[in-house]
């Protein structure tokens, strides 16, 4: 086997792992009629690492580990870190708040499908079953974890905008000014757009995948992002230097 | 002789009458006499695809016909390119915005920065802000001046949705850098620094010149392919002009130390850097040292010695 497929497979089954854990907590919690704010406090840690971690999934895209765009890839991670980082942990009020439970069990939800998925056809033995899973539980999970995203951000922004969180104010050396609530209010406005982009293509990947007919022999979607890589607008070069990349890094073995 | 013309999804368009030795302009002029809405900038016609091959090959508007081989009964691919702009169009309102809004802040604080109370009398300046504001104004007019003048262009248009997702990129950072370095509340850096840093700016401004010169020439007119760009810098560096615009924007932002500034200069240096990429490869595999054709020189693509 390739050290690159070891590799692949088994950073998959560890993230796979870490949150079939979270959702285990979660649900046992969830069972045992705890608040939300126990919940949380069971379920953050864990989730702050795997959530974390999961930049690696940019990296093996970046360096054509993996066919995905690193551009999605990395806008995917960069919207969950600022729900979970910047916005959900540093505000006390919103551990106890039930969008926060939602959040973390859509997001483990969908994980505990996807990167087993991800680890199974790295190695070249993923059961149509999954494939199903993994195609079709996006479609209630992702607009779930969404809407739980918006309504942290909402729920945050009095606090935001009172304790000016990562805000900076003219004068200062850098000549940059930047009000991270009014950023927040922004990006609320925009994150319909982008979840329905992502979303779409999702769907657009499920046809191709499901819709009936010869799936072209496994394009090995042992990728590590969500988006769809088939959009055609990724730019040629960029593809060059990873395939360049990927046949070097391929070569070592 | 007799084509039949199929949209990519293999739906009939049109069958044509034409003469093998024709050229595709003739062919796509013809294409525009039965459908009226493409014209012909709009139009691409490509080879079907072949085994081995992603797409078809593309036919160039001054081939011939018999040249790619067709003969009765030949099927060519159709693709509308969506409605199109000339490039220098587009490129003077790219390059009109920034020129016009960055001084807009210089010269109107009281309208740009309503919420700050400017003090009574001109605006004040510090040196750095109205030598960047010149640096600034000088760059997109001799940008201006070079897209009417030096620039040859290899294709006449380009889709014109790009018309208004450049003017966004351009006119966008014009106003964010604009806002910052002209702010009242602006912090002046070291003015010798910054004077230095600008007056190298300006030589590197320069060297970007002299660069779109010495591609300008590479072509005479007629010739349609690629020449191994050579003299001044392009003997080391594949993208020779975009080293020097990469410095440009460098030395501005350490001159103005703003954030804004640095980050409109990465932006713009991951693009020239993805175009650099390709080009440089396209030259090496184009120019292999084979049947007699040059082999391209080791050459750094953008950035010695990073790249």
């Not at chain 1, 993994?134 to 951000?153: D, K, Q, S």
């Not at chain 1, 496994?218 to 959009?231: A, I, L, R």
């Not at chain 2, 966004?168 to 106003?175: F, R, S, V």
């Amino acid at each position: 086997m390739k050290f690159s497929t070891a590799y692949l497979a088994l950073y998959n089954a560890a993230q796979a792992c870490g949150w079939a854990a979270i959702l285990v907590v979660l649900a046992i919690g969830v069972a045992q009629r705890e608040t939300p704010e126990q919940l949380y406090d069971r379920a953050a840690p864990l989730t702050k690492l795997v959530q974390g971690a999961a930049l690696l999934d940019t990296l093996h895209a970046a360096v054509g580990l993996v066919p995905s765009s690193p551009a999605l890839s990395l806008m995917f991670w960069v919207g969950r870190g600022n729900a979970l980082f910047a916005i959900t942990e540093p505000i006390a009020a919103l551990h106890s708040s039930w969008w926060a439970v939602v959040m973390l069990g859509a997001w483990a939800a969908a994980e505990v499908i996807r990167y087993p998925w991800y680890a199974a056809t790295t190695l070249g033995a993923c059961p149509g079953w999954l494939t199903w899973l993994r195609y079709t539980m996006f479609i209630p999970l992702f607009p779930v974890g969404t809407i739980a995203e918006m309504a942290l951000m909402w729920t945050s922004l009095p606090e935001l905008q009172s304790r000016r969180l990562y805000s900076l104010a003219l004068p200062n050396p850098y000549n940059w000014a930047f009000d991270y609530h009014r950023f927040i209010q922004i990006v609320l406005l925009l994150y319909p757009l982008l979840w329905w982009q992502l979303y779409s293509s999702l769907l657009r990947a499920r046809a191709k995948k499901l819709g009936g007919g010869s799936s072209k022999g496994g394009s090995s979607k042992g990728g590590s992002s969500s988006g769809t890589s088939g959009d055609g607008s990724r730019p040629p070069a960029a593809d060059i230097l990873r395939q360049e990349t990927r046949t070097k890094l391929l070569k070592v073995q | 002789m007799k084509l039949e013309v199929v949209s990519r999804s293999g739906r009939s368009i049109a069958t044509l009458d034409v003469n093998p030795d024709s050229t595709v302009a003739e062919l796509k002029k013809k294409f525009h006499g039965l459908k009226k809405t493409y014209y012909p900038a709009r139009q691409r016609f490509a080879l079907p695809v072949k085994a081995g091959e992603t797409r078809g090959q593309v036919l160039s508007d001054d081939k011939r016909l018999s040249d790619y081989g067709l003969t009765e009964g030949g099927k060519l691919e159709f693709k509308d390119l969506g409605p199109q702009i000339g490039y220098s169009t587009v490129f003077f309102w790219e390059y009109f915005g920034p020129l016009v809004l960055y001084p807009l802040f210089f010269f109107l604080p009281q309208y740009m920065y309503p919420h700050i109370k400017a003090p009574a009398g001109a605006p004040q300046h510090a040196l750095v802000q109205k030598l960047a504001c010149a640096y600034w104004c000088f760059h997109y007019a001799k940008r201006i001046v070079e897209t009417f003048t030096v620039h040859k262009f290899g294709h006449a248009t380009m889709p014109i949705f790009n018309l208004f997702k450049n003017c966004g990129y351009y006119w966008g950072y014009a106003a964010y850098v604009s806002y910052f370095v002209n702010h009242p509340l602006y912090t002046a850096p070291n003015e010798t620094v910054s004077v230095a840093c600008l007056a190298v700016a300006v030589l590197a401004q320069l060297g970007n010149f002299w660069s779109h010169i010495i591609l300008s020439g590479l072509r005479k007119p007629g010739e349609k392919e690629y020449k191994i760009p050579k003299g001044g810098l392009f003997n080391f560096v594949t993208c020779a002009n975009y080293t020097f615009e990469i410095w440009g924007w460098l030395l501005y932002s350490v001159a103005v130390q703003s954030i804004p500034a640095y980050l409109f200069a990465a932006t713009g240096a991951a693009q020239m850097t993805q175009w650099a990429i390709a080009k440089h490869n396209r030259l090496r595999k184009l120019f292999d040292g084979k049947d007699g054709r040059p082999k391209y020189p080791r050459r750094w693509i953008i950035f010695p010695p990073f790249l």
